[in-house]
Nanobody, 119 residues
Framework: QVQLVESGGGLVQPGGSLRLSCAAS????????MGWYRQAPGKQRELVAT???????NYADSMKGRFTISRDNAKNTVYLQMNRLKPEDTAVYYC?????????????WGQGTQVTVSS
């Protein structure tokens, strides 16, 4: 069982930065691949970035160069550093823990944190 709690969202000016955090419960956090997804009003949920259990990141093309995903296994936390934010980045950002590569485990989602980019 994994419980995820996102934080760090809020209102930011275009061109500004935010760092999102996702704190996970559970004693085996280090074996989970982690990811950030987002969902804007009226749109499908989309991939932002993922990071493997060994720390290898992957980004959606539109996020490359602006967003950075990282993890601190000692703190059971995954981060998303967002720079040069644009109004189109406005969305609810969700944290995901994906244990499906391990037999007997599943994926878990956090409740989301709102990011609003507006002048």
């Amino acid at each position: 069982q994994v419980q995820l709690v996102e934080s760090g969202g809020g209102l930011v000016q275009p061109g500004g930065s935010l760092r999102l955090s996702c704190a996970a419960s559970g004693s085996i956090f280090s074996i989970y691949a982690m990811g950030w997804y987002r969902q804007a009003p009226g749109k499908q949920r989309e991939l932002v970035a993922t990071i493997t259990s060994s720390g290898v990141p992957n980004y959606a093309d539109s996020m490359k160069g602006r967003f950075t995903i990282s993890r601190d296994n000692a703190k059971n936390t995954v981060y998303l550093q967002m720079n040069r934010l644009k109004p189109e980045d406005t969305a609810v950002y969700y944290c995901k823990a994906d244990g499906t590569v391990v037999p007997g485990l599943r994926a878990y989602w956090g409740q989301g944190t709102q990011v609003t980019v507006s002048s």
